[in-house]
């Protein structure tokens, strides 16, 4: 079966490799690989820190996937020998008041109601995982279970893979998807060739609305949402004297230190907004990341640094020592109900995979392995049929509602997007 990927940011890295290990005949389309949010991204591989009321549908497919890194990763780095940098070393999310701490002792009675595993924890315990933590901190949420990536080396890893398998890049852009005969037959590019497909995989992020070719009313409408992140490094400083620190997620910064800062990512709220670091081994910590509704401005901006930089002394005060690494922006794609769209469109052969807002890199394994399954089969998974395209259909239920998903356990929330590789 021929596939055509229009997009080659982690979710359509993920399903090439998965198709091509199928043994489809796949091209991946895009002038600049992982160069959307997948290259800004932190990392966080944390459902439970993102959950938010209401959204136990999106819960229960985060943490899927997240249960299916270790695998994922696994097979990632067998097949091209390269390292994505994946840890499970669990998330600390930090309250600095009686009132922070009272809403962290809701999210995990809620949780708890999931089957999602969590801890609180009081002032010194959070400082003793932490050490660099500021003093005012009164308490924290522990997901044991949480962890993160590095997407700057799992999407060159993804690439590789599906390369490997067969799947061929074209760096070009693609102009529209051709359809004959109410169906999509493949995609022309900006120079007029075209490549003929049995399914074409829209996966272009808050850019898949602009392509020409698809009927109205096909791709639901994903806005751009902006994200500024600071990229810090530790330098100057003899190693040992600066016990480590782990990451908290928010807008990103990338920083740099001879060792990390942190042991494990970091997250509070600071001042009613959140903020994260997010630590790698090489000694970078990822600052982030803002939320802007800006349409597609890539701008970073003074203002949004500052934010940045403020709310991450307020949770770790040592990061002021820090050099200065990056400053970037990325547009993450957000649907109108902030969750993926994953399976067949209306458009017979048209496959989308949008929509993946902050969660694109925690739901690339369970979105790899759901959208081979739609493209090659014909279906979704289970878990992943609430985020079908149709729940925008006219007349549609609402898929997310407090306590519309059974309960969550580690041993069965991965199970069913095992598509063979």
């Known amino acids: 079966m021929k596939i055509v990927v229009i997009g080659a940011g982690v979710v359509g890295l993920g399903a090439a490799w998965r198709c091509a290990a199928r043994g489809a005949d796949v091209t991946l389309v895009d002038p600049e690989p992982a160069s959307g949010a997948s290259g800004v991204a932190a990392g966080m591989l944390a459902p439970v820190s993102e959950l938010d009321y209401g959204e136990e549908a999106l819960l229960r497919l985060g943490v899927a996937s997240r249960n299916r890194y270790p695998e994922f990763v696994a097979e990632l780095e067998e097949l091209t020998g390269l390292d994505t940098a994946h840890r499970a070393d669990g998330l600390l999310e930090v309250a600095f008041d009686a009132d922070d701490l009272r809403v962290l002792e809701d999210v995990k009675r809620f949780q708890e109601s999931l089957g999602v595993p969590t801890e609180v924890l009081g002032r010194r315990e959070c400082r003793r995982l932490e050490p660099m933590l500021a003093p005012t901190v009164r308490g924290g949420l522990y997901a044991p279970q949480d962890g993160s990536i590095d997407p700057r080396r799992l999407t060159p890893a993804l690439l590789a893979a599906a390369e490997k398998l067969g799947a061929r890049l074209v760096r070009r852009w693609a102009a529209e998807v051709v359809v004959r005969g109410d169906a999509a037959v493949g995609v022309r590019l900006d120079g007029g060739e075209e490549l003929p497909a049995d399914r074409v995989l829209l996966a272009a992020g808050p850019w898949s609305g602009d392509l020409g070719g698809i009927p109205p009313g096909v791709v639901p409408p994903v806005r751009p949402v902006k994200g500024q992140v600071l990229r810090l490094r530790l330098g100057g400083i003899p190693p040992g004297v600066v016990p480590p620190v782990r990451p908290v997620k928010g807008q990103v910064l990338r920083l740099r230190s001879r060792m990390p800062l942190l042991g494990r ?96 890199i925690l739901l690339a394994p369970v979105s790899a392995d759901a959208l081979c399954a739609a493209l090659l089969d014909g279906e979704l998974p289970e878990v992943a049929r609430p985020f079908s395209p149709d729940r925008f259909s006219p007349g549609s239920a609402p898929r997310f509602s407090p306590g519309s998903s059974p309960g969550l356990s580690s041993e069965s929330s991965s199970e069913g997007f095992r598509t063979g590789a």
């Open 265 to 360: 990512t970091v997250r509070g709220v600071v001042r009613g907004s959140s903020i994260y670091l997010v630590p790698r081994a090489d000694g970078e910590l990822v600052v982030g990341a803002t939320q802007e509704e800006l349409g597609f401005d890539t701008r970073v901006t003074a203002g949004g640094l500052w934010e940045l930089l403020r709310d991450a002394r307020e949770l770790v005060p040592g990061v002021t020592e820090l050099d200065f690494a990056e400053a970037a922006a990325g547009l993450r794609p957000g649907s109108p109900d902030n969750a993926p769209v994953l399976g067949p469109s209306a458009l017979p052969g048209l496959v989308l995979g949008v929509g993946h807002y902050r969660n694109g």
